[in-house]
């Protein structure tokens, strides 16, 4: 699915201009992130497509093993750690005042936003330029269906299940941008696949129910959610509230079994009893603040 996405030059008016072998000519994804766009109150350079961008990647390649990735992570401090004291010393012979404030800050929020700098570039990239419609049609028509299925695979194999959907999990933000926000609940989609796929993954309600044929209410007991699943989707929930933007992040919801974005966040992510569930959403935490109003902040 994300090969539709345009990394290259892939103009909407020109159906015939091809890509050069890199696919990194002007126009496209990776233009943007391999370019020299600065930000004034960060490390220079807008964050790269890895694991501080993608947070749940390097959990995902270890079946989420916060003890595996958590050593990884120090492996690579370790490395650049003398690098970024020489460089430090560097820039506070010059700083100003804004400077020296923006390096008192802890290094998790520094990150998190140059990483929201990245996210909102590349938003903005795809409403620029977007995927052309008759590659929506076909993916919304052929492999979205069968993608969201991965989100309530059953196959009585657990572990075979759980893999199934942190595959889902790991990919929803990237389908969410190709398909664009307006393809979350729009009024002539009742199947609202992608909102009913995220549901299914972080709370384990299994549709965005209908009435049974006798008329009775559908049940309100989620289903379990594997634990890799929802480490991976509170690592990367910040993502798809960014591509989805502030109206829809702060929408009430359709009410129990179809929840609003910051009641997910709050009761299935805030509250989740496992430790490395509320540390991934709390390391992503000024991210997702950032795309609230100040009223909206003051409950977190």
Known sequence: IASFYPLGPR?????????????RQGGGVMSLLESNATDHHGSGQLSILGARFFPHAAGMVGRLNPGSAAAEA????????????????????????EDRLLRLLPPFLVLSRSDQATLRAIVAHREMHPPHPEDLVAVRTHLLPPFVALAEYDSSDENLDAEMRVYCAYSLPGVILLMGKESWATADDEEQLLRKCFLSLSTGMT?????ADDGSSPSLEP?????PV????ASSFHTICCILGQDILTAPGDGPLRPGLLHVFEHYFLRDPDDTVRLNVMRTLPSLLSLLDPASRSKF
């Open 11 to 23: 103009g909407s008016s020109s159906e015939d201009e091809e890509e050069d072998d890199a696919g």
């Open 74 to 97: 120090a492996e690579a401090a370790a490395l650049s750690g003398e690098k970024e004291k020489r460089e430090a010393e560097a820039r506070r012979l010059q700083e100003n005042e």
């Open 207 to 211: 549709a965005l129910a209908t009435p």
């Open 223 to 227: 289903a379990p959610v594997p634990l």
């Open 230 to 233: 929802k480490r991976c989707l």
